[in-house]
């Protein structure tokens, strides 16, 4: 990350000027700093959905009956199992990946 104030800025301005002109800036900036984190997080939802569907589009065309598997006791029952080779619980492995749209 760039340092922009030098130890020469502090000794030639003073800690005082230098924190003022910071809070000056970060004031001026914050409200467009909260429209890109709000974009940001809108479009972040909008991929999380895309995502999904996409997902579920392939499923639906690779495998019809995967809601079917999805709702039976038995697979449910699996998911709450450990995963041998990572000792993660399948369920959480399945809630990742679906999140990645894998």
Not at 2 to 24: C, E, I, K, S
Not at 48 to 61: G, I, N, P, S
């Amino acid at each position: 990350m760039a340092v922009w104030l030098t130890q020469q800025d502090v000794q030639d301005y003073g800690p005082d000027v230098l924190d003022f002109a910071q809070r000056a800036a970060l004031h001026a900036l914050q409200p467009e700093l909260q429209r890109v984190n709000e974009q940001n997080a809108s479009l972040g939802r909008q991929l999380a959905v895309e995502r999904r569907r996409a997902l579920y589009q392939a499923l639906d065309q690779r495998m019809p009956a995967w809601r079917d598997v999805d709702n039976d006791p038995q697979f449910i029952a699996w998911l709450h199992g450990i995963h041998a080779l990572t000792g993660l619980p399948r369920q959480r492995l399945l809630d990742a990946a679906v999140m990645e749209g894998d």
